[in-house]
């Protein structure tokens, strides 16, 4: 006979998309070039650039979390295929679109 124990049924895990990210078989470094190292900056990003795309998303997702409305000189390497610039522009835009969508849904 099978009680019901409260207990969580065993569901599928949670998967992390870290497990999938391109960068998992490279060195961490290449993802941390030095500021104006333009090759640098394109390697990264051409690796980030063959990662799955639900990967590559979750990546720059969270970055953007972490990151919140920090300057481009505190947010440190390529995440999600961007640069720290990019990410604030990105960080921007979104900004802006989420207050326009509260202005409309107000008037
Ligand atoms: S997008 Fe993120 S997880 Fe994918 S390779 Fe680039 S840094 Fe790694």
Excluded at 13 to 20: A, I, K
Excluded at 39 to 68: D, Y
């Amino acid at each position: 006979m099978n009680h019901y124990t409260g207990a969580v049924p065993d569901t599928q895990r949670l998967v992390d998309w870290r497990t999938f990210g391109a960068c998992r078989a490279v060195d961490p470094d290449l993802f941390f070039p030095n500021p104006g190292d333009t090759r640098g900056i394109e390697a990264a990003q051409q690796i980030c650039a063959t990662c799955p795309v639900p990967a590559r998303m979750a990546c720059l997702t969270e970055a953007l979390r972490e990151e919140g409305g920090r300057q481009p000189s505190n947010r440190h390497g390529i995440r999600g295929g961007l640069t720290g610039t990019q990410r604030r522009s990105l960080y921007e835009k979104q900004r802006s679109r989420r207050k326009r969508a509260r202005e409309q849904a107000a008037a």
